[in-house]
């Protein structure tokens, strides 16, 4: 029987373990901070680094259509304006693979709207002055309709945070808001050029099912060497590598874990397809950081493994001799001895057959 004592002492356990491991969790995310940022990005949803490895940002919705770049303390030292884009809700950026910028205006909390928008512009690196125009993509999801503002409720993965380029099409991967929360995003896909599309749906992954804040897509990227994928939440990195096409969701995958819970919105690879640049929002005063790990060194959790089929291989077949050659010696044999001759036999006498009497058959 617990007596009053020994329950205090249960409760002064547990919550020096919560304390323990809760610090240990502010430890490992505070641990691979590198940055923090110009007071301007408050809401930093996506960056990107260029061909020069100089690094980009973007502001989530609310902004004015820019881009800015950072320096190696976070300041901004140059803004590039979009003028014929707006920032409704931008929430993520790639790049192709000649440097083409794409940013996705496609965050969707309400599930309202029905057509979204991706803007490509050139490469920053091209930009001379301090605006660009952007090529327009708009998309739309399958039998999404909404009628007199109506928000549709039977799919509820029509919000996205979070997509890269791949092989001249652009995949998308949903913010769930189902209820209950299934925790599952799903991927999408379009076309990379001015267009309209409709999405074609690819596959989907459970992340987590527990608390829908901190199973949310909030970001994505591709590796430069494009064999890996990572795609990010509130807590964790997931890891993809081995898949088959562009079913980004049939290889491995891994979770990585990064720490205490903040507002995770942006991450990117850098050049070297090993380091992992990630960005959280300013939140209750607490973010507006840039973190690095490196995958080579980071404790990867296997979520899913691809069982290798086993290949059996024949035994290969013993060399058989070859048959000798026609002008080797011959090999000598010994002498046979002579076998003796029979006497002729005798002949039985011939005796001539008499004829056989035959019955003429009648025909039929």
């Known amino acids: ?60 919705g609310g902004d004015e259509p820019r881009l800015y770049q950072l320096d190696d303390t976070g300041d901004i030292v140059r803004s590039i304006k979009i003028t014929n884009a707006k920032n409704s809700d931008w929430e993520d950026m790639t790049q192709d693979y000649f440097g083409h910028f794409f940013i996705g205006d496609f965050g969707n909390n309400d599930n309202d709207r029905e057509w979204l928008t991706i803007y490509k512009i050139e490469n920053p690196i091209d930009i001379k002055g301090d605006t660009t125009t ?32 791949f092989k001249r099409n652009l995949y998308l991967f949903t913010k769930n808001r189902t209820s209950p929360f299934d925790g599952k995003t799903r991927i999408y896909k379009i076309g990379d050029h001015a267009a309209n599309f409709d999405a074609e749906y690819i596959n989907e992954f459970s992340t987590c099912t527990i608390i829908k804040e901190l199973c949310w897509v909030t970001s994505a990227a591709l590796s430069p060497d494009r064999t890996k994928l990572v795609l990010l939440d509130s807590e964790r990195l997931w890891l993809f590598e081995n898949w088959k096409d562009d079913d980004f969701f049939s290889g491995d995958a891994y979770q990585i874990d990064l720490g205490i819970v903040t507002q995770k919105e942006a991450v990117t690879f850098a050049a070297d397809n090993n380091t992992i640049i990630f960005t959280d929002e300013v939140f209750n005063g607490i973010g507006g950081n840039g973190y690095s790990i490196q995958l080579d060194k980071a404790k990867k959790i296997p979520v899913r493994k691809q069982m290798k089929k086993s290949i059996k291989v024949k035994p290969r077949p013993k060399p058989i001799a070859p048959p000798p ?11 046979p001895k002579p076998v003796p001759k029979s006497p002729p036999a005798k002949l039985a006498p011939t005796i001539e057959p008499k004829p056989i009497q035959t019955a003429e058959t009648e025909p039929a």
């Open 325 to 335: 050659k026609l002008d080797a010696p011959a090999v000598p044999l010994s002498s």
């Open 134 to 165: 952007a090529e327009i993509i708009k998309f739309t999801y399958p039998k999404f309709k909404a009628v007199n503002g109506e928000k549709p409720r039977k799919n509820v993965h029509y919000d996205v945070e979070a997509f890269i380029y």
């Open 1 to 60: 029987m617990l007596t009053k004592k020994s329950i205090t002492y249960l409760v002064l356990a547990t919550t020096a373990i919560f304390i323990a491991v809760q610090g240990y969790r502010v430890w490992l995310l505070n641990s691979v901070k590198f940055i923090s940022f110009d007071s301007r990005l408050k809401e930093i949803s996506g960056i990107e680094f260029d061909k020069r490895q100089r690094l980009w940002a973007i502001n989530d």
